[in-house]
Structure formats: structure tokens, C-alpha cells
């Protein structure tokens, strides 16, 4: 019989029933600006009981990138086993080349991205075009809004899916908050795309291939060791669903207008069933916060 999920005040309830955990970034360990100092603390506390934590972000660049990021938002990154990007899955699995899809996709890509940003290509010897009749795939890793517009994107993709190409998206995320407001993802082109008939490689949350990487990052922990900790039902709750991976689901995150502090326990309820039903996920546990 599946448990209902259960509420608690901070992850203290549930910690010590894991050894990995599985940690969103924006609306839960930091604010797009800086580390959430309760946050911060709780990470601490994870630590001297010795869990191993890895930073799972959809975001489209690379690792190398967004430990910098953390670092500049004041996050010892050293306390992290890992920080594992989708632009950094990406970036494997293009590398790789093994896996169905990704053996035959060409070397020749139109790539979108944000402020020229080409590192999810370094060393694969993929050339960047401008023209879709150019290329032999799109990559999506980051869209430009403004100044280009969906209506920029949704013409270069009318050209794209006549010459049937895949698309890698690097980022599923269909919005995305940055400077206080909710912006355009490249989930919602690839999304345009897919209606469109064009075929999609998605790489993060919630589809397996990041969190394959995560697994090899926890070498030796079973799924069943592990706790995702995220604010989207959608992406956080339902990828560990998928991988029979517990999760915490963080109502002040993405959602925080959903569950306001004066609402009831029977509101929150409420909301949380609408969430599950509405993306078919469940969460074995939710916390207002990260904190202990």
C-alpha cells in the first residue's frame, strides 16, 4: 500500500533514514542571487552525520560553470560529492555516443544557447552552423528571451523538422526564475518542437539519464538509500518516482504561492493532491523549507 506523503517542519524527520541525497538548487538551496542561510545550515548538519550530497540542476551548461555559480552565491561547493548538470550529462552522452539516438546524431549542430556560450561543446568536435539545411541536429541548452522571441525560435524549427532533425535538450524546464520573475526554458522550444513532429533527446529532470548520473556519482548507494530534495513536482518528484528514488518535495520553492504560511493543513493537502494528480508523482515527504 502506497503511504500518503507526509508532512514534516524540516528534513531532521527523515534524514537519518538515508545516506544520499539528491539536491534541487533554485528555491531550495539558494535564491538566484544567494545560499539560503537555513539552508546552508542544514546542508551542515548532513554533513557532520557524513550523507553524501550531490547538486542536481537542470541547468544546460556545464558542471564547471555552476560550481563557480554556487561559489559565488557564498556555497562551499567542497562539501558537495558532486555537482551534476544536465549540460553536463549532455556533454557525456555526447561524447560517448553510446547509447540509441546519440550514436547517429552528426557532428554538425545548430546550437542555442545563452551569451555565446559554446563549453557544452568543447572537445567533441562538433561544429556549430547557423542554418538548420546546415546541420544534422539542434541543441537546446538555453534560449535568449529577449532579445530573440518564441516566434525567432518557432521559425528556425519550421525549417529544422522538414529535414526530420533531433533535437538534444539540455533543459526540460519549461520556465525558469531568474532575477525575482519567471522566464521562457528551453523545455517549452523542445515541447513547440515535439507538436511540431520533430523527435526529442531530453537529458534532466525528470528523464533518467541525469540521474544516472547521479548514481555514478553515489557509487555504492542502492536507489532505495537515497532522497531527492526539490520544489517541482513535475520535474524533482516525478524523475525520482521514475527511479525509485524517494523524494522531499519543498513547498516554498517554484510553488510557494500555492502554499502560503496561513494556509491550513487541509489546504496544503489539497494543493499537494492537485500537484500529484496533475503530473502523476507522489513525494514520500514534504518540508516548507530546507532546513533541519
Known sequence: MTLPPRFADGIGAFADRYQGFLLDQW???????RALPEA?????????????????????????????????MGLDVAMFDAVVTSGEAAWNLLRQRSLPGWRDLGHRCVLFTIGGDQTVLDDLGIEVVEEPEQADFLFNTGLEI???????????????VVRKLPMVCSNPDRIAPSHGKLITAPGTVAAMYEQMGGSILYVGKPHAPIYDACLDALDGLQPAEIVAIGDSVEHDVRGANGMEIDSCFVTGGIHAEQF?????????????????????????????????
Open 27 to 33: 528555491g531550495v538551496i539558494h535564491d538566484g542571487r
Open 260 to 292: 502560503p504560511a496561513e494556509a491550513t493543513q487541509a489546504e496544503r493537502e489539497a494543493r499537494l493532491a492537485d500537484l500529484c494528480q496533475r503530473f502523476a508523482a507522489r513525494p514520500q515527504w514534504v518540508v516548507p523549507r530546507l532546513v533541519w
Open 40 to 72: 546552508v545550515a542544514a546542508l551542515a548538519e548532513l554533513k557532520r552525520r557524513d550523507k553524501r550530497l550531490v547538486v542536481l540542476s537542470n541547468s544546460g551548461r556545464r558542471a564547471a560553470l555552476n560550481r563557480r555559480r554556487l561559489t559565488e
Open 146 to 160: 529577449p532579445p530573440r522571441t518564441l516566434d525567432d525560435y518557432h521559425a528556425v524549427l519550421e525549417r529544422a
